[in-house]
């Protein structure tokens, strides 16, 4: 019977004391407070504020001081040292990238081992077939310490894990145009070989001529007409680079001999001479009616030009 008279006992005592607490708030609550307390708490924080106060002032003034001191000592500094400074930190800022991004690579690849997905065998893995929130990680490039500077990149590379051990032979089209065992090419064999063909030419444009004679459909007949014009012109633009060739070879050939006997100096075609000798062997191979009227025509066309140069205010009327 003695322990719960014990316990009994230690409740009273509990309730007692609780009784005492909640009459002591009351009382504090209900009570008024007195004059000097109210005074001694705004007397306490206004001294409080004050102190504050003059602690911030005296912080800013030594900051200031500091601030002059280092701009003045900035300013004895030499360029060099500046510049070294500056090589300095950019390297520490660089070494300190380098560490975020393997850190970052770290905590990506446990992040991924924990989600059970592997970048590296899921790479080719198109995006819509991968889970959702999971993306692959790539490290990311440098930052430049200048714009204008570019981006360094290491050289090295992954050693590959495939080797090829036996070469395979592969089929290679070759072409006997460009083929050095077919020889070097010469224009002036390929026309001597090839000849035929120009004569060729000129029975289809004799045939295609009396095809567009007999012909009825207007439209067909005109398309056979151009197709004479355009093979004539090819063959004339054939016979003037030959007589030019023909002109050269000669020169060559002249000049030649003349170098050998004579000793002088070789002379080398300009354009201009070329034109002026291709002229002159077109008039001699003209007839001499032909040659008169061309001689004429050049004379007009020359006059033509000479009075479009001659100013306004001269021309004969």
Partial sequence: MVKPTFAKRHHDDDDDELTSIHGDEESMEDGPIDEGQENATEDYGSDGDNDELDSTS????????????????????PFHQLLATQKKLSASQKVERSSEGTANSRSSTSKGKSQHYNSDEDENVPSWHRPEGI???????????????PTEVTSKRAVPRHRQVVDVIQKKARDPRFESLSGEFRSDLFEQKYSFIREYEASEVNLIKQQAAQERDPAERDRLEKLVQRMISLEEARQIKDRRKKIERDWKKAEKEAVLKTGKNPYFLKKSDMKKLELVEKFESLKPGER????????????????????YARRPE
């Fill in 292 to 311: 008169e009227r061309a001689l004429e025509r050049r004379r007009k066309k020359n006059a033509s030009k000479e009075h479009r140069s001659v100013p």
């Fill in 135 to 149: 993306e692959t990680s790539r490290p990311s490039l440098p930052k430049r310490a200048n714009k204008n500077q």
């Fill in 58 to 77: 005296e912080t800013q003034n030594i900051d200031d001081e500091r601030e002059k001191q280092l701009q003045d000592e900035l300013a004895n500094i």
